[in-house]
């Protein structure tokens, strides 16, 4: 099944929930009929983001709190102290009911809904795009059979030779930038934490590290310790424990508490998603009211289900494709037989890409936000045994402008996407820039162009009345220029390889 989408064009002017500005924002936004998880693995490739069907990428340069798009390379992931503290939290709480008073210093605020969301919910819902699905889809799959006769081609071969050719195209251009990013400017105090910079150290810690390395030097005699190097060999350090040790430490046969992580697809027609559905839906209202503060009227079953439960991405699962296939699922983490939190993420081709997380706010005191994001991390490394090309944890938007968002940061390594080359920069070297400009293009290389930009927008696929046709053939039967001027702006939000597989509605 190809992608369908519905442009809906330019939207700026409206209430920023970052700064606070009441016309500060701008984003390009198209509703998803349906869409294959390979094209959307490559449009959030190139800055697009999705809040359920609706799939929104911010105007970099007029927007008033650019939206970068980050991503953490797993498989290098190490957990800071503050990360360990809530892993060794978790598991204090598990075994024996210890409720930690501290609170971590290296904890995020919880993103708010505007994270997640191209203005609000109710854009969503107010988005004029009701139609008949079934009868779109069954129309595009006769036109897609009328297409591949004409070429005399089956049309599934078809559609795994796209596959493949996409496929080919990430591996050549989703490598790292070809030269570094120079760092030209020091990072401005008073502006938030300063990622690149270690954390600041307590004067006590200090003067213990001082005594440790003045005993290193001497052995329990006073001797020196080239004396003492030459009694015996010197024992090599201990390693630190990955991350899996730390999340699956093993708990006492008597522990005080369970708890168990399920991964379950975002479907109607799975069994365990339909009979979670309404005690999912009463953890999000309770998260929505006490954290955000929203009206409850404005967080119940209809947006509950517009913004999280449903999903454009078409589930897939190909023999080389991780167990669970790829799509769109809730990760709950039940704790004695009650859901307590819910992770909803997508397994794309190359990524885990987060999307929301809701908890149970009585809960709170386990950081679960932070607790989340590392059993994910660990899910991706996991995914990653069964298909090696599957290694990156995205993690949405980086906001450097909002120092309240900046603890996306935290979770090292991890790239920045260039807003105008769309390659990936090592968030150490873009820091700098962003100190002194809320807009930059990270990409140093003043010749470097967007290899995926739309070259021939006459290939881009069109769906009018019935029939799949090529924009240069539809282009000459329309006369609105404003019809043409729309087209072209999708084309080159989109690139020219998303222009030509994903098939775009006109009516």
């Not at 296939?325 to 397994?347: E, M, P, R, T």
């Not at 980086?398 to 807003?419: A, F, N, T, V």
Request: hydrophobic share 30%.
């Amino acid at each position: 099944m190809a992608s369908v989408v519905e442009y809906k064009g330019l939207r700026a002017g409206y209430r920023c929930g970052y700064c606070g500005a009441d016309d500060g924002k701008a984003s390009c936004g198209m509703w998803a009929h349906s869409m294959t998880v390979q094209d959307y693995q490559d449009l959030v490739d190139r800055g697009w983001r999705r809040s359920g069907k609706y799939v929104y990428k911010p105007v970099m340069n007029q927007t008033c709190c650019p939206q970068y798009t980050i991503r953490c390379r797993s498989l290098q992931f190490q957990p800071s102290k503050s990360q360990k503290k809530v892993l060794k939290k978790m598991l204090k709480f598990l075994a024996k009911g210890e409720v930690s008073k501290g609170h971590c210093e290296d904890e995020p605020m919880e993103p708010i809904l505007e994270d997640a969301v191209a203005g609000d919910v109710a854009l969503i819902n107010k988005l004029d795009v009701q139609c008949d699905l079934k009868k779109l889809g069954d129309t595009l799959k006769e036109s897609l059979e009328r297409e591949e006769k004409k070429k005399g081609k089956p049309a599934k071969k078809e559609d795994a030779k796209e596959v493949t050719q996409s496929q080919e195209r990430e591996e050549l251009g989703s490598g790292e930038p070809s030269r570094s990013v120079e760092v030209r400017a020091t990072p401005q105090p008073g502006k938030g934490a300063d990622l690149s910079k270690p954390p600041c150290r307590k004067a006590k810690e200090i003067r213990k590290e001082r005594k440790r390395l003045k005993l290193m030097q001497q052995n329990p005699a006073g001797e020196p310790l080239g004396v003492q190097a030459q009694r015996g060999p010197k024992t090599e350090p201990q390693q630190p424990r990955s991350l899996e040790e730390l999340i699956f430490e093993s708990l006492p046969e008597n522990a005080s508490h369970k708890l168990e992580v399920r991964l379950v697809p975002v479907s109607w027609e799975d069994a365990a998603f339909t009979s979670s559905f309404s005690q999912s839906l009463s953890l999000y209202v309770k998260y929505q009211v006490a954290v955000h503060r929203d009206p409850p009227e404005e967080c119940g079953k209809t947006e509950f289900t517009g913004f999280l439960c449903t999903s454009p991405l078409e589930p897939e699962n190909p023999p080389n494709g991780p167990d669970c296939g790829y799509g769109s699922f809730h990760q709950q983490y039940w704790l004695d037989g009650k859901i307590i939190a819910v992770g909803v993420i997508d397994i794309l081709p190359y990524c885990v890409s987060s999307v929301y997380l809701y908890y149970d706010p009585d809960y709170s005191f386990l950081s679960l936000g932070v607790y989340s994001a590392l059993r994910e991390i660990a899910f991706t490394r996991q995914l990653h045994e069964k298909v090696p090309q599957l290694s990156y944890y995205y993690m949405g938007f980086y906001i450097h402008s909002c120092p309240k968002m900046r603890y996306k940061g935290h979770y090292r390594p991890s790239d920045l996407l260039c807003p105008e080359t769309y390659v990936w920069v090592p968030i150490e070297q873009c820091l700098p820039s962003l100190e002194n400009s809320k807009y930059c293009r990270f990409n140093q290389d003043p010749e470097a162009a967007d290899e995926g930009r739309s070259k021939d927008p006459d290939r881009l696929r069109v769906f009018h009345k019935k029939a799949i046709v090529p924009y240069g053939v539809y282009r000459r039967q329309q006369q609105d220029p404003g019809e043409e001027a729309a087209v072209r702006q999708y084309a080159s939000l989109v690139g020219q390889a998303c222009a030509e597989r994903m098939l775009l509605l006109r009516s």
